[in-house]
């Protein structure tokens, strides 16, 4: 099978195979779990998938499809658990009786003559639940109008070539947006009775505040005139103790390991002391004076020409900090975005041959409404398919038409998610349990998929390497893209984390320090947690 031609559970795929194999068959006999059962699991399981890709475009029009996806996702995680549980075990016996192994020769020998079986009645109770569960979620799918695609979208898909690193693609525009930011940090007026001016660079989601605030910390200018350089990510948690340890780590190039705020003030102030500094508060969305007061304590003693530029959605935030009149940063050109979006798809392409794709592309450029993550997401989805059918597809989908609520997640990212093989819209869904803003590391996360169950072994390649290749295809698609401060590590822009929030919905739980067990969302169908701690 082709990697991207899995259902909706590539692991649940590989459990039927693994148990399917004849020894272990062998044992679940002895263990008197019924295979009939497990055939029937199966084709429960399939009668249900058959109608996914429907199902998951008419989610977002009908609420009751959005319940019918959770139960059945629920039900499916049910599954993987039971079945996983079921092929452990029986390796783990495979490996005890061996011939070779130790403990088989203190053990008795007649383990499976004597027909032991530790699961028998509960688990087979437990598959026949799975199943009734599955069969009623099945018997609702003509009763929701869902039907099957027939489309095989996904088992059509050409694999994008992959590398092993993503080239940032070029920034188009902002040359005057990067010199009037310039012009306000280097300029000697506008300070104000703090000690340091603030800069707001204010603007939607995706629209480029982070790449201006990086373009510009980078330019040689700026390194000539400030002493102390530092960035930190704010995103949604304006949390003191975590912002002060990021500047003064990022300012001394240094980790520091204490969570105390004094020490870690002390430290930051120090460092910055009668310094020009600039510091970089990227997505700050909170309004919380109190919180404010208490980082700014550490910028009081620098140079008076010292800079803080903030990034933010929210112009609310800068009431607090006394900010400079906000700079407001406006959309990407359809020139600009029609050249980004070529740089994603037709860049090498011969012009003649896809003039029906440039035409359709256009259109679609043109529903990014200038934002430069929504064309970088449509175009990396596009390259998949050189394809004028399926383009106009995509032109043409449903998902343009929802709703816009504020803070909604972009139609133009919602398709590319919708487009994606199901693995990975399982390794991408599972990615919800990273806080914003958090740097991971390609070989960790292709780890913690493989231990999900999530990777489909290639006949040929090795797990790591078909979850590499899942890396590498997401990257491509920029649902991840590298981290401007760490080029080893990736993470998600904010947007992509609210999306994958959104898709894995009630099944992935993350909670970060200080929560408080009544406001943890929990239910039964959770099946991911994370947990985030600054103190281990
Ligand atoms: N001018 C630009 N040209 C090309 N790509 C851009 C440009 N501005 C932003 N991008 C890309 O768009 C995505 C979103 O940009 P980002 O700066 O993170 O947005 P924001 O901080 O406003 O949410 C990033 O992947 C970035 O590389
Ligand atoms: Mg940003």
């Known amino acids: 099978m082709v990697w991207w031609e899995a259902v909706l559970s590539p692991a649940l795929q ?9 020894d272990i068959l062998e044992l679940l ?3 008197n779990i019924n295979d009939l059962l497990l055939e029937k699991l199966k084709i429960a399981y399939f009668t249900c998938t058959v109608v996914l890709d429907d199902a998951e475009e008419k989610q977002y029009f009908n609420p009751a499809i959005q319940t019918w996806l959770d139960m059945l996702k629920d039900a499916v995680c049910e599954a993987e658990d039971a079945l996983d549980f079921l092929a452990t075990e029986a390796l783990r016996c495979k490996v005890e ?33 799975i199943i009734e569960k599955l069969e009623f979620i099945a018997k609702q799918k003509g009763i929701l109008g869902l039907e099957s695609s027939g489309k095989g979208i996904h088992g059509m898909m050409h694999r994008t070539p992959t590398t092993p690193l993503v080239v940032e693609s070029c920034i188009y525009g902002r040359e005057n947006e990067k010199e009037d930011i310039i012009n306000l940090l280097l300029a000697d007026d506008g300070t104000n009775n703090q000690g340091f001016s603030v800069i707001p660079i204010v603007g939607m989601g995706g629209i480029g505040k982070t790449t201006l605030a990086q373009i510009v910390y980078n330019d040689k200018r700026i390194d000539e005139a400030f002493d102390v350089k530092a960035w930190a990510c704010v995103s949604d948690d304006f949390n003191s103790i975590n912002i002060t340890k990021a500047l003064l780590e990022s300012s001394t190039a240094k980790p520091c390991d204490t969570m105390n705020l004094e020490l870690l003030q002390r430290g930051l102030k120090q460092t910055l002391n009668k310094k020009r500094f600039l510091i970089v508060l990227d997505d700050v969305w909170n309004e919380n004076f109190e919180n404010w007061n208490e980082l700014s304590i550490s910028f009081m003693d620098g140079d008076p020409r010292s800079r803080i530029i903030v990034t933010s959605r929210n112009e609310g935030v800068l009431r607090v900090m006394k900010a400079l009149p906000a700079y407001r940063l406006k959309e990407l050109s359809d020139t600009q975005c029609w ?3 070529q740089d994603h798809t037709l860049e090498n392409e011969d012009s003649e041959k896809y003039l029906s794709l440039r035409q359709i592309g256009r259109e679609i450029v043109k529903k990014c409404q200038g934002l430069p993550l929504a064309v970088k997401m449509l175009g990396g989805l596009l390259a998949s398919k050189l394809d004028a059918v399926y383009w106009n597809q995509v032109l043409n989908s449903n998902l343009w038409d929802l709703p816009q609520k ?47 169950g999530f990777v489909q072994p290639g006949a040929k390649i090795s797990m790591e390497e078909v979850g590499d290749e899942y890396f590498s295809e997401l990257l491509s698609r920029s649902f991840f893209q590298e981290s401007a401060l760490n080029r080893s590590r990736y993470v998600m822009h904010d947007l992509i984390n609210d999306l994958a929030g959104s ?17 943890l ?16």
Do not use: T
């Open 14 to 22: 590989v459990l039927f195979d693994k148990l399917a194999s004849g």
């Open 97 to 129: 009786l061996s011939p070779q192994s130790l403990s088989n020769q203190v053990r008795n020998k007649n383990f499976l003559a004597n027909n032991f079986s530790p699961y028998d009645e509960g688990m087979n109770v437990k598959i026949e639940k």
């Open 503 to 519: 898709v894995s919905r009630i099944s992935c739980v993350r909670q970060e320090e200080n929560w408080q067990r009544e406001h």
């Open 521 to 536: 969302e929990w239910s039964e169908k959770v099946h991911h947690f994370s947990y985030i701690s600054q103190q281990i």
């Open 29 to 31: 006999r002895r263990w």
């Open 339 to 341: 050249l980004l979006f």
């Open 406 to 452: 504020k803070n909604s997640i972009l139609p133009s990212l919602r398709l590319s998610y919708h487009h994606l093989p199901p693995n990975l819209k399982r390794c991408f869904a599972y990615c919800s349990i990273f806080p914003k803003g958090y740097e991971f590391e390609r070989k960790n996360l292709v780890l913690l998929w493989m231990a999900e």
